[in-house]
């Protein structure tokens, strides 16, 4: 056994590179031949589909997995891929959990249900794998298309403008293209580079440049893409995450789970990547659990999560608390930060205080409890930074923090759509942001070409 | 405990599970293995005359269909008879014999269509001491090029024939073995029993091509780039299989003449349901094939625990109970009515039971009731036809529920009537006998 768990303070080479190896690996293993066949004939290719319905992009799933099940898996992608060019990720990444497995009949039967999410993702890999690209370009339209994020949502939605024939331009703030599958999900969700492998796949279409470096309000302004291309697509994510408001939030060694998860996904030696050997994470939902698995996964001996309301109220669907727990993960409820206790600067405890529910409103008991931590990471949500959009032109309508869009994904701007973790009203998976963007580029379709006709 | 010994013909065994002539019963290894593991007898795979042995290709001998699990379903094969020489089966068929008495051994054969091949190898096989012979008329493939198997299975007169030079020179009983490869099994059965059969065995194995090679276009199994038909087996051809029983035992002309029923057997099920069509025992050959012999033990057992359990004594209690409930369609009862009923606690919404309704049959079970996804029947419009049963994936969800006498069938707004009356006396029926008063 690796005694790097009891390295105090936080360390990295915490364990030994067959564990590190060993511990980001595909959390879900692809399905070999056989398995996919086995486990696509338990579908019962139900009348208008539960599965279906649940699916934010609207896949059909009963038609592609008795796609899988005939032997045409190329097919099976292609239905997939019809409603979600990133079919690819959300195999891995959708919580199918809450979605599409949840209503599978055979969940409610048996408490089983067909593993959609895997089938999903044998099919787009075979068709991944031999970059079999499903659809053509139509003729170019002369249109320009500005997209800002080249995430899940600006992904879904330039490919989309591609195919109708628009030249689309994707303006990103990182290094590198994906959004949150690239820099914001846990590494064993993703192995093996599959974000860039996905983001190539989908541009290969071609008319899709993207540009990397590029952030609004820093390197260009709304105002320059409005006058420059024929319309705009905002799919920006969320730039801010919120804070603690627990005295002493400022230490070191405390740190932002999003940012954590980033490092991570983007360290090529794991070994490198410092935690601490009792981590505290504050929060309730996927970030949350994916900071805490993956401090587990590199080494740290003692992970809490501690989320200021009950186990039912928390946003991490069951079988990520499951994941968190199998992992040794503790997590616990009913307490929210009070004060982060520094030594010579440095974290090394954190104050918690207990929380009930008074009526109808959350507040403390006065009740402390002191959990020691040399790392605590914040989870307790992102939001939007509208700043950024201000100053160049009109401001642009919000509502809840966010931006406001119609049904199409319309802003209050003429020539504006928006999709994705920026607009108001979405549930923050990658599926929803992806259907957006679609949608969007339907709508800017229409726009363009006086509905639909170039 | 149920007493399941069987006697066929005067062929005793400890059980009615026979293994059925085929790859299985070739040679003295396999069979000694499976009386070992509890078979009650075995029919030796079919002898050819004496001389040289017949070849049998080198490619592949066998075809599948799959379902679910790549479980196997139906198997085809293109083996010939043995490919043994005829002294070397006969000896080691006397020496199984002799350690194990109270086993049934019975030997197939195919010999040529003529008096002095039988006449010639009869005396060889009884020698053997095996209990019975049973006369290989059904093999669909290969040697019914040459003459012999369902070339001569397909013709009732020489049928007749053979049976009549069998039973004047053996004294062994002898089991005549039918193909289905016909239109009508009662033509053939009446010859064997014409003939003076003491039973007839069915189904031998049915003419098939289980699969085409897309990418050579080769049927399958392919030899070297070609196909031939083979003989189909297994539970796929079960439900055919019955059905040939069965119209063997009710038929007029062949009523009580014993059978030895054959074709996709599996479990102790399986074997109950031939015999309660008429079977005296049951011959298995794709189950082990499948499996290993170690199945007959599930078979023993079930069949135990299931006459236990219904208080029958012994297999003659269970033989042929079925037998008088097949009849033909003209008298069925018209005047039962039966309607599907979806039990909705059971029920887990999948929606096959209304699509098949709705594209396929009578568009009598809803999709959607104030504005729920939920699936019920429209008994003003249900026939009763049973599709919706058998294609819902929940076992008992869906019932055929008869309407009582007297009770109010929406779909006629009539009542149901008490009285029984079928084709032969309805009305439509140009045809019609008028009804006794």
Not at chain 1, 366 to 392: C, H, M, W, Y
Not at chain 2, 3 to 24: T, Y
Not at chain 2, 201 to 206: A, V
Not at chain 2, 385 to 406: D, K, R, S, Y
Request: net charge negative.
């Amino acid at each position: 056994m690796a005694t790097g768990h009891f390295i105090e303070g936080v360390a990295g080479g915490r364990l030994s590179a067959e564990q590190y190896a060993d511990n980001f690996s595909d959390l879900h293993p692809p399905l070999d031949h056989h398995e996919a066949l086995v486990e696509a004939d338990r579908c019962y290719f139900c009348y208008d589909a539960p599965c279906m319905n649940a699916c934010p992009t609207s896949i059909d799933i009963p038609l592609f997995i008795r796609q899988i099940a005939t032997g045409n898996p190329l097919g099976s992608a292609k239905t997939i891929f019809d409603q979600n060019i990133l079919g690819g990720m959300c195999a891995r990444v959708c919580p199918t959990e809450t979605l599409c497995e949840e209503v599978c009949v055979r969940e409610v039967a048996e408490g089983k249900p067909v593993q959609i999410g895997r089938l999903q993702r044998y099919a787009t890999d075979v068709a991944m794998g031999e970059n079999k690209q499903f659809y053509k370009r139509a003729e170019p339209s002369g249109k320009t298309v500005a997209v800002v994020g080249a995430g899940p949502a600006g992904l879904a939605t330039a490919h989309r403008l591609a195919r109708h024939g628009h030249d689309v331009t994707i303006l990103e703030a990182r290094p590198k293209a994906g959004g949150l599958n690239e820099y914001g999900i846990a590494a064993y969700k993703s192995v093996d580079d599959f974000a860039q492998a996905e983001v190539d796949y989908v541009t290969a279409i071609g008319g899709i440049d993207i540009q990397n470096g590029k952030a609004l309000g820093r390197d260009f302004q709304l105002s320059d893409l409005m006058r420059n291309y024929d319309a705009v697509f905002l799919g920006l994510g969320l730039g801010g995450v919120n804070a603690l408001h627990a005295d002493g939030e400022d230490v070191d060694g405390v740190a932002n789970a999003v940012e954590f998860i980033a490092e991570l996904r983007q360290a090529s030696d794991l070994s490198s990547l410092p935690v601490g050997r009792r981590v505290v994470v504050i929060g309730g939902g996927m970030t949350a659990i994916d900071a805490a698995v993956q401090s587990k996964l590199l080494g740290a001996e003692e992970v809490t999560v501690c989320y200021r309301r009950g186990q039912e109220h928390m946003n991490a669907s069951g079988f990520e608390q499951d994941l968190a727990a199998a992992n040794g993960v503790a997590i616990r409820h009913w307490l929210q930060p009070k004060r982060v206790i520094a030594e010579n600067g440095k974290v090394s405890a954190i104050e918690l205080e207990y929380t009930a529910m008074n009526g109808d409103k959350l507040a403390g008991t006065g009740e402390t409890l002191r959990l020691n931590a040399d790392q605590v990471f914040k989870a307790i949500g992102q939001s939007f930074v509208p700043a950024v959009l201000n100053g160049s032109v009109a401001s642009i309508e919000l509502e809840g923090g966010r931006i406001k869009v119609d049904a199409e994904g319309r802003t209050s701007l003429a020539k504006v759509w928006a999709g994705g973790d920026c607009i108001f009203g979405g549930d923050d998976l990658t599926v929803s942001a992806v259907a957006q963007g679609r949608d969007a580029a339907e709508s800017i379709h229409r726009a363009l070409t006086s509905n639909g006709r170039a | 405990m149920a007493d399941i010994r069987n006697n066929f013909v005067g062929i005793k065994s400890p059980n009615p599970f026979w293994l059925a002539s085929a790859p299985p019963t070739d040679k003295a290894y396999n069979v000694e293995r499976a009386f070992k593991a509890g078979w009650g007898g075995v029919v030796w795979k079919t002898l050819g005359e004496e001389g040289p042995p017949v070849v049998n290709v080198n490619g592949p001998r066998y075809g599948a269909i799959w379902g679910a699990d790549r479980r196997l379903l139906g198997l085809n094969n293109i083996e010939l008879i043995t490919d043994r020489d005829l002294q070397t089966n006969l000896r080691e068929m006397k020496q199984v014999k002799m350690n194990w008495p109270d086993r049934a051994l019975v030997a197939s054969i195919m010999v040529p269509c003529d008096e002095e091949s039988w006449k010639a190898i009869l005396p060889l096989v009884e020698e053997t001491g095996a209990d019975g012979i049973e006369l290989n008329f059904g093999c669909p493939h290969g040697m019914s090029e040459r003459g012999m198997g369902s070339a001569v299975g397909q013709v009732p007169e020489y049928i007749e024939m053979v049976v009549r030079w069998c039973k004047q020179y053996t004294r062994m009983p002898v089991i005549t073995k039918l193909t289905p490869n016909i239109t009508d099994i009662r033509k053939p059965a009446r010859a064997a029993h014409a003939g003076g059969t003491d039973a007839v065995s069915l189904i031998n194995t049915i003419n098939s091509i289980t699969g085409v090679d897309l990418d050579s276009f080769a049927p399958q199994p392919t030899i070297d780039g070609k196909g031939s038909h083979g003989g189909y087996c297994g539970p796929a051809v079960k439900p055919i299989a019955m059905n040939m029983v069965a119209e063997i035992a009710r038929d007029p002309e062949t009523r009580g003449l014993p059978i030895s029923g054959i074709g996709g057997i599996t479990t102790w099920r399986d074997a109950a349901e031939f015999m309660a069509l008429g079977a005296g025992n049951v011959q298995v050959c794709t189950a082990a094939m499948t499996y290993g012999f170690k199945i007959v033990q599930e078979m023993i057992a079930g069949l135990e625990n299931w006459m236990d359990e219904k208080g029958h004594a012994s297999l003659s209690d269970i033989v042929g109970r079925a037998t008088p409930n097949v009849t033909d369609w003209q008298y069925l009862n018209l005047n039962y009515v039966a309607k599907a009923h979806i039990d909705q606690d059971a029920c887990i919404k999948c929606g096959r039971c209304h699509i098949a309704c709705e594209d396929t049959s009578h568009q009598a079970i809803t999709s959607m009731v104030d504005g729920l996804r939920h699936f019920e029947v429209i008994e003003a419009e249900c026939v009763g036809c049973n599709l919706c049963v058998n294609v819902c994936p929940v076992e008992g969800c869906i019932t055929m529920e008869p309407l009582a006498a007297g009770a109010m069938d929406q779909r006629t707004g009539k009542p149901v009537s008490p009285i029984y009356a079928n084709w032969t006396t309805h009305p439509n029926n140009p045809m019609a006998k008028v009804a006794a008063e």
